[in-house]
């Protein structure tokens, strides 16, 4: 079993910075596509960004150009660097794994992100 956890959430103004970490358990995440996913109050979670084992990153339009994801496998360790943030990126922001040999799906419990104007 893989137990993702986060941590680096908090409060902070808006044009701020802050970098979530995500480290996996196990010895199986070299083979993860990881991502992160953030759920605003009242939302549907949304994609943030992803990244695959090989370092092919995606990300979500509203964050494009101010967010960096990255990983090191070799910490089994994903980020996930939030520059110039703003009210609209506050949300509960999770890590998420799946396994590409099994499609095995899971989730960190989440971090909270605040970004006050």
């Known amino acids: 079993q893989v137990q993702l956890v986060e941590s680096g959430g908090g409060s902070v103004q808006a044009g701020g910075s802050l970098r979530l970490s995500c480290a996996a358990s196990?010895?199986?995440?070299?083979?993860?596509?990881t991502g992160w996913y953030r759920q605003a109050p009242g939302k549907q979670r949304e994609r943030v960004a992803t990244?695959?084992?090989?370092?092919?990153?995606n990300y979500g339009d509203s964050v494009k150009g101010r967010f960096a994801i990255s990983r090191d496998n070799a910490k089994n360790t994903v980020y996930l660097q939030m520059n110039s943030l703003n009210p609209e990126d506050t949300g509960v922001y999770y890590c998420?794994?799946?396994?590409?040999?099994?499609?095995?799906?899971?989730w960190g419990q989440g971090t909270q992100v605040t970004v006050s104007s």
């Open positions: 998420n794994g799946q396994d590409v040999w099994t499609l095995q799906t899971y």
């Open positions: 196990g010895s199986i995440f070299s083979r993860f596509v």
């Open positions: 990244i695959t084992s090989g370092g092919g990153t």
